[in-house]
T-cell receptor
Framework: GAVVSQHPSWVICKSGTSVKIECRSLDFQATTMFWYRQFPKQSLMLMATSNEGSKATYEQGVEKDKFLINHASLTLSTLTVTSAHPEDSSFYIC?????????????FGPGTRLTVL | GENVEQHPSTLSVQEGDSAVIKCTYSDSASNYFPWYKQELGKGPQLIIDIRSNVGEKKDQRIAVTLNKTAKHFSLHITETQPEDSAVYFCAASPGTGTASKLTFGTGTRLQVTL
C-alpha cells in the first residue's frame, strides 16, 4: 500500500520549453502533496506544498510563476516547469500524505530526472 | 525555521557490523522524526519513524532513538548487509497533521563492505 508514481521518470528538453511532471497516489487519496528537488549528492529541498482544490504554498526563493503546481484531484498533482533552462536540470520528487492513513507520514514517488539542454 | 544536522556524511562498515547515524534538530516544536533510505536514482523510502511521545522504536534490524531534551535522534542498523548500502536521510517535522512539512538532514552515504 501507499504507492506514489511519477511520470515521466526522465525527460530531456530544450531550453525555453515547458515540461509537465505528474505525481499520482495509486492506492490512497492524498489531501496534501509535496514537491521537492534534489541536486546530485545533496539533500531534498522542499519546493512547495500542494493541497487538493487550493493554490500551492511555495517555499521562499521558489518562483511560483516558473514552477506551476496543480492539485486537481485527490490522487493527482502536477508540476510544470515553464521556460526551462539548464539550471533547472535536477531530480524532482513528489510525496503524498494519505487522507485516511498515518498522520504526517509522507510517501515518496520514484522521482523524475529533468535534463534541460 | 527548523535546521537538521546529520552525521557522519559517509560511513563504511563491514557486513555484519552495526551502523549508527545521528541527527540533531533545532526546533523544539518538532515531534515527528522519520528516516528515509534512498538508493541511486530512486525516491526516498520510509524505513522507520518515531514521534516525540516515544523514546525508542525498533523494527527488526532497524531501531531509532529519540532524546527530546537534547534534541537529537539516531538510527541504528544491526547486522548490516550489502543491500543496506544507500544514502540515509533523517528528517524532522512539527507534525501538525496534513500540513506538516519535513526538514531533511544532509544525508549519510552508508557503504557495507563484504
Amino acid at each position: 500500500g501507499a504507492v506514489v508514481s511519477q511520470h515521466p521518470s526522465w525527460v530531456i528538453c530544450k531550453s525555453g520549453t515547458s515540461v509537465k511532471i505528474e505525481c499520482r497516489s495509486l492506492d490512497f487519496q492524498a489531501t496534501t502533496m509535496f514537491w521537492y528537488r534534489q541536486f546530485p549528492k545533496q539533500s531534498l529541498m522542499l519546493m512547495a506544498t500542494s493541497n487538493e482544490g487550493s493554490k500551492a504554498t511555495y517555499e521562499q526563493g521558489v518562483e511560483k510563476d516558473k514552477f506551476l503546481i496543480n492539485h486537481a484531484s485527490l490522487t493527482l498533482s502536477t508540476l510544470t516547469v515553464t521556460s526551462a533552462h539548464p539550471e533547472d536540470s535536477s531530480f524532482y520528487i513528489c510525496s503524498a500524505i494519505s487522507a485516511g492513513g498515518v498522520p504526517d507520514t509522507q510517501y515518496f514517488g520514484p522521482g523524475t530526472r529533468l535534463t534541460v539542454l | 525555521g527548523e535546521n537538521v544536522e546529520q552525521h557522519p556524511s559517509t560511513l563504511s562498515v563491514q557486513e555484519g557490523d552495526s551502523a549508527v547515524i545521528k541527527c540533531t534538530y533545532s526546533d523544539s516544536a518538532s515531534n515527528y522524526f522519520p528516516w528515509y533510505k534512498q538508493e541511486l536514482g530512486k525516491g526516498p523510502q520510509l524505513i522507520i519513524d518515531i514521534r516525540s511521545n516515544v523514546g525508542e522504536k525498533k523494527d527488526q534490524r532497524i531501531a531509532v532513538t529519540l532524546n527530546k531534551t537534547a534534541k537529537h535522534f539516531s538510527l541504528h542498523i544491526t547486522e548490516t548487509q550489502p543491500e543496506d548500502s544507500a544514502v540515509y536521510f533523517c528528517a524532522a517535522s512539527p507534525g501538525t497533521g496534513t500540513a506538516s512539512k519535513l526538514t531533511f538532514g544532509t544525508g549519510t552515504r552508508l557503504q557495507v563492505t563484504l
